[in-house]
């Protein structure tokens, strides 16, 4: 382990052991904030307990759909974008506001299309993700070096090919970036509109928690979000290290 | 290092037909855009035959947005948004500059930082509120400190990964000439991450409005992401699709607007490499 990671480590240790610190001697108020040591203590209760398993499930299977309804649809549609330069000189401003548009609000609407189930959920997960993906995908198709593209035509390639070959290859880093944001998105949707609006899953039952004034829930199911979007993304982002770092061998 | 996925406006400018004149493109550029405009319209109206329960149709929202914006209710509400808005806002980018230009000096610091930066960036803030509610009390401190949340994370990546990729013959110049560290601040450094920074900025504009509308969407008495909960809440269909059309018309207008400076900047700084011959 090299001194970078450590120091993160000690940072982050070190900012618990604060914060745990600070609540054990009374400087927070614990209607404020919890020590950590009792959130995860908590946690690991509400786990073994069962309760939050159907919440979790709810969730987790929002999120996996989301997210590949936006990895599929959001690089058709990338594709479909770049290949029309017209139709995307008019998407770009378009695309470039989309995140400051809070999606939830379409909620009430996504429900009397698609009926109140998950859908709606899932569909205000896909709604953030697949923007991410269209961007990436057309900043990765900008990328693929134009000598490679002659060299597909000097060899003969046939469209499959180079698109197999070729495209897809040198795009594949935007790509990835485009996955692990989608991802990232379709949690953050999913979990904001539980939050907000819906009646089930982990951010409503967080809401719930927060309305109860049951801190330590509350705390506890926070801290599981945390944890799980964190490890994910920390999977991801080791996962794409190494194939960056093969790309570079190769 | 591209954690923003807004990044489609700093792509290089799409060729247009050459052979065209000038007049001429941009008259279809217009029309382009008139005609995106027409079937986004058209969408919208065939979603609303679809469902009359939950959205009203164009004509109608049109003619309701009208009328909030000449009611005083409205702007009372409007206001109260401004404000957190405004100062999350500011708060996010001084901020956000500071921390990003002093963690892109640092290099050691910066490399520590860089994926806990990521990892903040990518989490469900909204988990956050009810804590942020409970440290800072229902009201508009509570929503300041979500939008910042929001806003502040991509301004200091932006500003970070630009002081990092910044050309090192500038710094190497700095020193040449003897600049002081402020001057290097003030002469090199600044300019030439600007157009980075506007970048970032304009990411850090959209998700702070994110944020302050989430925020005045859960426990709250005001502003627009009040009147669309509540708008929600008693079924007044009418001013919840109207407020919703106003609020993506101010983020597509003020999105349009930074990046048309980003595009301006990127474009002049080229043209200023080019004359000093850098690559």
Redesign the interface.
Known sequence: MNRVTLVRLAVIAGFVVVIEALCRFGAINPLTLLPPSEMAAHLLALLASGEINEAMAGTFSNVAIAFALSVVVGFAVGVVIHALPRLRRVCDPLLASYYSVPVFVFYPLLVSLLGLNRWPLVAIGFMFGVTAMVIATLNGLDRVPRVLLKLARVHRMSRSAEVLRIVLPAAAPNLFTGGKLALAYAFIGVIAGEFILSGGGLGYAIAYAYDAFDNRTMYALMLFVLIVVTAVNAALYVWEQRLLRRRGRG | M??A?????S??L?A?DTSASAPRQSA??FL??L??LVVLVALWQL?YW??E???TGPVETVETAVALLGSENFWRHALASGRAFGASLILSCAGGVAIGLALGAHR?SG??AA??L??L???????????V???FGLGISAKVAFGVMHGIIPVVIFTMDAVRNINPVLLKTARVLKLSPAQTAARILIPAVTPEIVTGL??G???T??GV??GE??ASQQGL?FL??NG?NVHD?RT?TAV?LL??LF??A???VL?ALERRLNTARRATDATVGLP
Not at chain 2, 5 to 9: I, K, L, R, W
Not at chain 2, 121 to 131: A, G, Q
């Open positions: 591209s954690v996925p807004e990044t489609s406006g792509a290089p799409i247009g279809q550029r382009d855009g005609a995106f979603v679809k469902s329960v939950a959205i050691f490399a520590v994926p806990m990521t990892a960036y990518t989490i469900p803030k909204v988990t956050l509120y009810p804590m509610l409970l440290v304009r990411v504009f959209s998700l409005l994110l509308i989430i969407m859960f992401g669309i909960i929600m269909v919840l919703v609020l993506v983020a597509v003020s999105s349009s990046l």
